[in-house]
């Protein structure tokens, strides 16, 4: 329970930022893939969406674009949801600043697991189920909570910044340095940064594998053990402050 309050709570580490991040990017990645399998889009990364916007424009197809505005209107909610959510907690000082958005995406990951079949059908005004909007709204939450919580350091719902930085550190690694450069003047990899975005790139992968074959294989409750771990993660800083409102307050 120690552990997992420090993974989520207020006051950041670079050793808590980085282990967050990478749980999350395994988790990117599985709900991404999965949800290609269920609704045949990837719903993390808005680049997509957005030159299907420009496309769908110009070949006059309404129906893809209304799909188009209504994935970026989800994602941007859910981003603007999580900057509500942490902001209130920090004015009241709470431990659960980025646990609120983490047990909001578990809640909705736990409805898209259960009722997934069901969401699959049900209409909306953006030419798209349910599901596309929920799953988008659910990248949002966490690219926010992360981007927050690392001041935007790292990424975990979409890889082209991660692939941009880490290429950019090989590049500083093969850069072949003159003999006799001054080490001010040396161009020097920060081989941190580079195994982080590494690892991040691969977790992202390795989930995508789990939630491919989880959807294929089990189908929407594959989802279920998912939410269990984010709802592991939010639950001690919420019970934390759960005590401390509880403690009377000092008599004067």
Same mark, same amino acid.
């Given at each position: ?78 981003? %603007? /949801? ?6 209130? $907690?920090? =004015?009241? *000082? ?5 646990? #609120?958005? !983490? +047990? ?75 003999? %006799? /450069? ?6 020097? $990899?920060? =081989?941190? *940064? ?5 690892? #991040?790139? !691969? +977790? ?49």
């Amino acid at each position: 329970m120690r552990v997992l309050r420090h993974l989520t709570a207020r006051h950041r580490t670079r050793a808590t930022n980085r282990a967050l991040g990478l749980m999350l990017a395994f988790n990117a990645g599985a709900m991404n893939a999965g949800g290609f399998m269920a609704v045949h889009m990837y719903t993390s990364h808005m680049t997509g969406f957005l030159a299907t916007l420009a496309d769908s424009l110009v070949l006059g197809e309404i129906g893809l674009v209304l799909a188009a505005v209504g994935a970026l209107w989800a994602f941007m909610s859910g981003a %603007g /949801t999580t900057a509500i959510l942490v902001n209130w $907690a920090r =004015r009241r *000082r709470l431990c659960s600043s980025y646990a #609120l958005p !983490l +047990l909001l995406e578990a809640l909705l990951m736990l409805l898209f697991g259960l009722l997934g079949a069901l969401t699959m059908q049900w209409p909306t005004p953006f030419a798209v189920p349910l599901t596309v909007l929920l799953l988008a709204y659910m990248m949002g939450l966490q690219n926010a909570v992360v981007t927050k919580m690392s001041s935007a350091q790292i990424r975990t719902t979409h890889m082209t910044g991660v692939v941009t930085d880490l290429g950019m550190e090989l590049g500083k690694m093969l850069y072949p340095n003159r003999p %006799g /450069t001054p080490p001010a003047g040396r161009v020097r $990899a920060n =081989r941190e *940064r580079a195994q982080l975005f590494a690892s #991040l790139l !691969l +977790l992202f992968v390795v989930g995508g594998v789990v939630g491919a074959a989880g959807f294929k294989y089990v189908g929407f409750v594959w989802v279920v053990p998912q939410a269990s771990l984010l709802l592991g993660l939010s639950l001690p800083p919420l019970i934390a402050d759960a005590r401390l409102l509880r403690r009377p307050a000092p008599r004067r």
